[in-house]
């Protein structure tokens, strides 16, 4: 008998975009620049000189977007605000127009039915707000604060989900110690006190929002669980700290109180103790974990990776996406099970779940083959579903992303859309793992037993040069 995957009753079934990578129009309707604005026209950040000038022109397309998003079935869309839409000061003034869009959006899911979750802090800080510091601020937490606030009274109405920051690690590790995002600093100083100011705005905007919302508010973070290459002392010790230093990081903090002692071991001298009020600010109970799932790393020992001492190990016969990252969907369950048992079975919620894949570029018709994608969309969610079965309270799955969009400092040549850009006439063409995604959704999970992707006429996704030649009709 094949086994059921029908999910828990509610599950909410949808996609996750972020503002900068998909709005365009950065300074339409007197919004402010943000730090992205700054680093994607400085000569040499960006891969090809791409920038968020125009991405998927979702600003003035946002309506037909919301459709597609119907079309599929989505049940739910997470977005981001972007603060200096909101605040074009980073502070102070607001920007009626700004937050007016994403009233709108709010208003045009919910016509759809769609149920929305806001993040407030996707990377895009106010360059305003940088002048003065940016995160190494201290201050950072009251001006993230303010920005929650008017959010908040805003939208909390309309809006049942809240997500303070995206991926803290990413907003230090790419920011602020290897410079490859926004603000693009290389200091290994500046990242542990970026990092705790991000967490003391974390704690702020969820003492407000106990103030001033009535719903739910959760912190989303992304996991990359480490496995030792081998046996022997030093990859295990290594792995332990690529874990400390990547996994448990903010988590510890936001649910446990403390940072994880492995810390000090890796910022060396850059790590300080830092007072109990901030830890206790920190530590504000949250209603949910965000879980951004993408890959694992089997990681060995390497004096020479700065700062954790430890690199990663490609795994011969695995597939790799786009971006290098292994296909690993055991993974996904063991790091959902991991978060139940460490932080005592907090609600999840996947917040990000996906994977960027060649796509044919010229393709005529109304469907575009992406069987990678297809296969890694229906082995992960197979292994939600494990991790369900396993006790985990996870309440619903975001995928990555719902359109190709602006990936970094990567620009437009990573691909991780359900629906496919053209980005030279902004036409949108559903690939097929949205198609394969809204038959999951429609049976609440149960097409996934029978799911296989689909492969098209047998010629290999990955041959550029037999794309064109793809039968779609
Ligand atoms: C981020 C997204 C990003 C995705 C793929 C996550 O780190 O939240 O903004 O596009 O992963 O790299």
Not at 105 to 130: K, N, Q, R, S
Not at 228 to 241: G, I, L, N
Not at 360 to 384: M, N, S, W
Not at 432 to 446: C, D, F, K, P, V
Request: negative net charge.
């Amino acid at each position: 008998m094949s086994r059921s995957y029908t999910f828990p009753e509610g599950f909410l079934w949808g996609c996750a975009t972020a503002a900068y990578q998909i709005e365009g129009s950065p300074l339409a309707d007197g919004a402010g620049p943000s730090i992205w604005e700054r680093f994607a026209h400085t000569p040499g950040m960006m891969h090809n000189g791409d920038t968020g000038d125009i991405a998927c022109d979702h600003y003035r397309r946002m309506r037909d977007d919301v459709k597609l998003m119907a079309e599929m079935g989505l049940t739910a869309y997470r977005f981001s605000i972007g603060w200096a839409r909101v605040l074009p000061e980073g502070t102070g003034r607001v920007n009626a127009a700004g937050l007016d869009f994403y009233q709108r959006l709010v208003d045009t899911l919910l016509e759809h039915g769609i149920t929305p979750m806001a993040t407030l802090y996707h990377w895009d800080l106010p360059e305003a707000l940088d002048d003065r510091g940016g995160w190494l601020n201290r201050d950072s937490a009251e001006w993230f604060a303010d920005y929650a606030r008017v959010c908040f009274q805003a939208l909390d109405d309309r809006v049942p989900l809240w997500a303070t920051l995206n991926e803290p690690w990413v907003v230090t590790d790419g920011g602020y110690l290897n410079g490859v995002l926004a603000p693009g600093h290389r200091n290994l100083y500046e990242t542990p006190r970026a990092s705790h100011h991000l967490m003391r705005a974390h704690g702020r905007a969820v003492q407000v929002y106990r103030e001033v919302g009535q719903h739910q508010i959760g912190l989303v973070v992304n996991i990359e669980p480490k496995y030792p290459a081998s046996d022997s002392e030093a990859d295990r010790a290594a792995t332990r700290r690529a874990h400390h230093y990547m996994n448990r990081q903010y988590l510890d903090p936001a649910l446990r109180g403390r940072y994880p002692d492995g810390l000090r071991e890796v910022f060396g001298e850059a790590w300080r103790d830092w007072p109990a009020e901030d830890m206790a600010l920190i530590a504000q109970p949250i209603d949910f974990v965000g879980l951004n799932y993408y890959t694992r790393a089997v990681v060995r020992d390497d004096p020479h990776q700065y700062p954790t001492r430890a690199s990663a190990v490609r795994q011969p016969g695995a597939t790799y996406s786009d971006t290098g990252w292994e296909v690993y969907p055991p993974a996904f369950t063991d790091t959902l099970v991991w978060l139940k048992e460490r932080y005592g079975n907090p609600a999840i919620y996947i917040t990000e779940n996906g994977s960027a894949f060649y796509d044919p570029p010229t393709v005529e018709g109304p469907v575009l083959f992406d069987p990678l994608r297809q296969d890694y969309l229906i082995k992960h969610l197979k292994a939600c579903h494990d991790a369900i079965e396993a006790g985990v309270d996870l309440r619903g799955y975001f995928g990555w992303s719902l359109l190709d969009n602006l990936e970094w400092s990567l620009g437009f040549a990573k691909r991780f859309g359900m629906v496919h850009v053209d980005y030279a006439t902004q036409k949108r063409t559903r690939k097929g793992t949205s198609h394969l995604y809204q038959a999951i959704i429609e049976s609440n999970g149960a097409a996934l037993a029978s799911a296989r992707p689909v492969y098209g006429t047998g010629h290999p996704p990955h041959d550029a040069g037999n794309a064109a030649a793809v039968d779609v009709s």
